[in-house]
């Protein structure tokens, strides 16, 4: 009998921890509310989420430790442009799962992570005007019968990016396939090595990134879809929101917005340069 | 977080079917090996042990997500058509069999060198002995630890998701990513976890006690 209420009273132990729970599950406001140009202004520092799996947008070099790549540059040349060539930038590794929580979170101010403007995400975050115009396509091995999205048909698997929208496009267009979702693009690509799917699909600009470093792989099909690439930020800044558009349109007009594109996209063959802004 | 449960219901429902299978195969194949393995580690040849005591050491030495990515990116080149969810369930039922290993092999070293060498001197022949005297003490001694690696077993099968596996953690990355509402998926998840591991903890418990009273009557 004594026992018995001994294994009960432990239970109420459980209690503080329930409402721990329901405390972090309704979590209130944090440091993604401060304004963020203020907050720079006075720290003069800015910490940025970019990919750093990424060939062309966001790749860590392994031997520097840094990360580079179009999106990176972007990065820098609006923190300049809004803050000046004081301004200490930080680069944050994120993938297509974590960055809204990041950003969020308030761990990075920005991401400029080849995000896709997409009404969904509109719900959660603000996103600036386009700063890149992709559009996704698949990629096969060489030699493959998987001549563009039409021929994913049944009996077919296709790899997909988590927490990407490329996942959704593509289920739309070729509803048959199967789809396998791995953590990143460099994940994605050794699954399609090892033959655990027939096709990739992402955007294009990541997937020309990963032919030029393996051409026994090809983009077939062209693009079937349409993916402006924004810069996101969180809700309530609007006055980060319209400096780094300002900034976008200043750097397009002097010309260091055509000097990166032409640094990551001119050497690659194939890739379609009317799809850039 | 209700509304994380209800909305995705059939997307949880699924991960939870892969991960309770997976880790139903695995539990069966790693306790067949693990036994396999522990009768070679104690085996007085000296060959065989070395044998048992090399699998164990490196299965135990490496991690579970090293030993699943294995067999997800290397083996199928030489095994074609070795899945995610395949290839996730041979690497935890290796990774489990060599703790199981070490955990049955303590259990059977724990029972008096006189048992053995009593029904050794009463005619019985080496496994004879193994089979009737020492694996029926040694069972109840492990049990307890041997629960633990079944907890275990089940909470790793996570790894799953980072094979594609279609597992609950990998569906609860989807739906964390598709609805952006990355505390309360989690929060799921991990609550789902919970359910599935703690009726198997009470359960070994119970075996636990109830052997516990057997011994002493």
Same mark, same amino acid.
């Given at each position: 009998?004594?026992?018995?209420?001994?294994?009960?009273?432990?239970?109420?132990?459980?209690?503080?921890?329930?409402?721990?729970?329901?405390?972090?599950?309704?979590?209130?406001?944090?440091?993604?509310?401060?304004?963020?140009?203020?907050?720079?202004?006075?720290?003069?520092?800015?910490?940025?989420?970019?990919?750093?799996?990424?060939?062309?947008?966001?790749?860590?070099?392994?031997?520097?430790?840094?990360?580079?790549?179009?999106? +990176?540059?972007?990065?820098?040349?609006?923190?300049?442009?809004?803050?000046?060539?004081?301004?200490?930038?930080?680069?944050?590794?994120?993938?297509?799962?974590?960055?809204?929580?990041?950003?969020?979170? &308030?761990?990075?101010? &920005?991401?400029?992570?080849?995000?896709?403007?997409?009404?969904?995400?509109k719900?959660?975050?603000?996103?600036s005007?386009?700063?890149?115009?992709?559009?996704?396509?698949?990629?096969?091995?060489?030699?493959?019968?998987?001549?563009?999205?039409?021929?994913?048909t049944?009996?077919?698997?296709?790899?997909?990016?988590?927490?990407?929208?490329? +996942?959704?496009?593509?289920?739309?267009?070729?509803?048959?396939?199967?789809?396998?979702?791995?953590?990143?693009?460099?994940?994605?690509?050794?699954?399609?090595?090892?033959?655990?799917?027939?096709?990739?699909?992402?955007?294009?600009?990541?997937?020309y990134?990963?032919?030029?470093?393996?051409?026994?792989?090809?983009?077939?099909?062209?693009?079937?879809?349409?993916?402006?690439?924004?810069? &996101?930020?969180?809700?309530?800044?609007?006055?980060?929101?319209?400096?780094?558009?300002?900034?976008?349109?200043?750097?397009?007009?002097?010309g260091?917005?055509?000097?990166?594109?032409?640094k990551?996209?001119?050497?690659?063959?194939?890739?379609?340069?009317? +799809?850039?802004? | 977080?209700?509304?994380?449960?209800?909305?995705?219901?059939?997307?949880?429902?699924?991960?939870?079917?892969?991960?309770?299978?997976?880790?139903?195969?695995?539990?069966?194949?790693?306790?067949?090996?693990?036994?396999?393995? !522990?009768?070679?580690?104690?085996?007085?040849?000296?060959?065989?042990?070395?044998?048992?005591?090399?699998?164990?050491?490196?299965?135990?030495?490496?991690?579970?997500?090293?030993?699943?990515?294995?067999?997800?990116?290397?083996?199928?080149?030489?095994i074609?058509?070795?899945?995610?969810?395949?290839?996730?369930?041979?690497?935890?039922?290796i990774?489990?069999?060599?703790?199981?290993?070490?955990?049955?092999?303590?259990?059977?070293?724990?029972?008096?060198?006189?048992?053995?060498? !009593?029904?050794?001197?009463?005619?019985?022949?080496?496994?004879?002995?193994?089979?009737?005297?020492?694996?029926?003490?040694?069972?109840?001694?492990?049990?307890?630890?041997l629960?633990?690696?079944?907890?275990?077993?089940?909470?790793?099968?996570?790894?799953?998701?980072?094979? !594609?596996?279609?597992?609950?953690?990998?569906?609860?990355?989807?739906?964390?990513?598709?609805?952006?509402?990355?505390?309360?998926?989690?929060?799921?998840?991990?609550?789902?976890?919970?359910?599935?591991?703690m009726?198997l903890?009470?359960?070994?418990?119970?075996?636990?006690k109830?052997?516990?009273?057997?011994?002493?009557?």
């Amino acid at each position: 009998m004594r026992n018995k209420q001994k294994s009960w009273a432990k239970l109420w132990l459980l209690l503080p921890l329930l409402s721990l729970l329901i405390a972090l599950s309704a979590c209130g406001k944090n440091i993604a509310q401060e304004d963020v140009v203020q907050r720079v202004k006075k720290t003069n520092e800015i910490t940025w989420g970019v990919k750093s799996d990424t060939r062309l947008f966001g790749l860590m070099n392994i031997k520097t430790g840094k990360i580079q790549g179009f999106d +990176v540059d972007i990065a820098k040349a609006i923190s300049k442009e809004i803050f000046g060539d004081q301004v200490k930038i930080n680069f944050v590794p994120v993938t297509s799962n974590t960055r809204l929580p990041l950003l969020k979170n &308030g761990n990075v101010e &920005g991401l400029v992570s080849t995000m896709t403007i997409t009404p969904e995400r509109k719900k959660e975050i603000d996103f600036s005007d386009v700063y890149f115009n992709a559009g996704q396509a698949i990629i096969v091995k060489k030699g493959s019968k998987i001549k563009s999205v039409k021929d994913l048909t049944k009996g077919t698997k296709v790899i997909g990016i988590q927490g990407s929208n490329s +996942v959704d496009n593509i289920k739309k267009a070729a509803p048959n396939t199967q789809v396998l979702q791995l953590s990143d693009a460099a994940q994605a690509f050794t699954a399609l090595k090892s033959d655990q799917g027939d096709a990739m699909t992402t955007d294009n600009g990541i997937l020309y990134g990963l032919v030029s470093d393996d051409p026994s792989y090809q983009v077939v099909g062209g693009t079937f879809t349409s993916e402006p690439y924004g810069i &996101g930020i969180n809700k309530g800044q609007k006055k980060f929101r319209t400096a780094i558009n300002q900034a976008l349109k200043t750097i397009e007009k002097d010309g260091t917005y055509q000097k990166i594109v032409d640094k990551w996209f001119k050497k690659i063959s194939g890739f379609d340069g009317s +799809v850039v802004k | 977080m209700i509304s994380i449960l209800t909305n995705n219901w059939s997307a949880l429902l699924e991960g939870i079917k892969y991960t309770l299978e997976s880790s139903l195969i695995a539990l069966i194949g790693s306790l067949i090996l693990g036994v396999i393995f !522990a009768m070679l580690e104690i085996s007085p040849n000296k060959t065989v042990h070395i044998i048992g005591r090399t699998y164990v050491e490196i299965f135990r030495n490496i991690p579970l997500l090293v030993v699943a990515m294995f067999f997800y990116i290397v083996m199928p080149r030489f095994i074609p058509g070795l899945d995610g969810f395949t290839a996730g369930t041979i690497g935890l039922t290796i990774y489990t069999s060599a703790f199981i290993a070490e955990t049955v092999r303590a259990g059977i070293e724990s029972v008096p060198v006189g048992q053995m060498e !009593a029904a050794r001197s009463n005619g019985m022949a080496y496994l004879q002995a193994m089979r009737f005297i020492i694996l029926p003490q040694a069972i109840k001694i492990v049990v307890p630890p041997l629960g633990n690696q079944f907890v275990n077993l089940v909470k790793n099968s996570s790894v799953l998701a980072f094979l !594609a596996g279609f597992d609950l953690m990998y569906q609860g990355n989807l739906i964390a990513s598709t609805t952006f509402k990355t505390t309360d998926t989690y929060l799921a998840v991990g609550l789902l976890y919970l359910v599935m591991t703690m009726p198997l903890s009470y359960l070994m418990r119970y075996l636990e006690k109830r052997w516990a009273k057997n011994q002493q009557a």
